[in-house]
């Protein structure tokens, strides 16, 4: 098998089956003819999804259990990654994202140069700022459901650029070669993820705290591998009530403080990001794609350039 994808979900009941279309054979460009599974684990759920919500998605899924489930994803994505059979992982800690179409082409293209690629895709929010900022705005599920009707996705999965915004990390404008600090989808070798020992079950706090970019640094900066991000292609966060992005700004940045303290506890230092140079591979399908112009705009507009 070419590629397993491993999905993360606690009570996703409205996410998943968005996040599911945007895996599927009729919607992923290559998908029909590309051998591939969905392992979707359930991390505890009041209500665990089933293979009869997803009859009508054309998806190769299995939907995995977690046995005394805890807060942290890490002992979920570790059971997936004894049950994948993929030579290539497609890692999504975080099963409320949606990928434009090109995400498997472009991300599988990368290996027939690079043999031993790891590969990010960038992290976007739905809505017209980063989430934990408009949700103290007003913007909620029946918001994200009203834009999403309104661009008639999946029809045309590029036009997710025109209502989203990309994760920023604090930084004025983004441009598709910005560093990426942060991603929730990320593609390694199987035997890559498998031989640093899957996910740290240390990160054990809510969240699983920085074990996502714990996990993407590690990979990046792995002897031998070629680290690539994918231009004008995207990963788009659903609100979902997420730990990170539904607590008060207060809350959140005590949180972000235990984040940085565990994390700083196992590794021993501070720096969350990769120090590697990235090779870029893709294209920009559409205008609302260019994202520098965008968030030149947007600044512009904000009074801030």
Request: proline share 5%; hydrophobic share 40%; with cysteine.
């Amino acid at each position: 098998m070419q590629l397993s994808v491993i999905l993360v979900c606690y009570d996703m009941a409205r996410e998943l089956p968005r996040t599911l279309r945007s895996l599927a054979r009729d919607y992923q460009e290559g998908a029909a003819a590309l051998d591939y599974e969905v392992l979707l684990v359930d991390n505890g759920s009041p209500r665990p999804p089933s293979l009869s919500q997803f009859e009508d998605i054309d998806v190769p899924l299995r939907i995995l259990q977690v046995e005394n489930p805890d807060t942290s994803p890490a002992r979920a994505i570790n059971l997936a990654l004894q049950h994948a059979t993929g030579d290539i992982v497609c890692l999504m800690i975080d099963a409320a994202h949606l990928l434009t179409p090109g995400v498997f082409r472009q991300a599988l293209s990368c290996y027939r140069a690079f043999p031993d690629a790891v590969v990010a895709i960038r992290y976007f929010y739905l809505g017209n700022d980063e989430q934990p900022v408009s949700i103290m705005q007003g913007y909620d599920k029946p918001t994200e459901d009203a834009l999403l009707s309104r661009i008639g996705w999946p029809q045309d999965g590029y036009r997710l650029f025109e209502i989203a915004t990309p994760l920023r990390h604090g930084a004025l404008l983004t441009a598709w070669l910005n560093r990426i600090g942060e991603t929730n989808c990320l593609f390694m070798k199987r035997s890559l993820f498998q031989s640093q020992g899957g996910a740290d079950t240390r990160f054990d706090l809510p969240g699983g705290g920085l074990l996502n970019m714990d996990i993407c640094k590690r990979a990046l900066e792995s002897p031998g591998v070629t680290p690539v991000q994918i231009i004008g292609e995207g990963s788009f966060h659903q609100l979902h009530g997420g730990i990170s992005t539904n607590s008060q700004e207060d809350a959140r940045a005590k949180m972000q403080q235990r984040y940085r303290e565990q994390y700083r506890a196992i590794r021993g230092h501070d720096d969350l990001l990769a120090d590697v140079t990235f090779h870029h591979m893709g294209q920009l399908r559409t205008d609302a794609s260019n994202i520098t112009a965008r968030d030149r705009r947007r600044a512009r507009e904000l009074g801030l350039l």
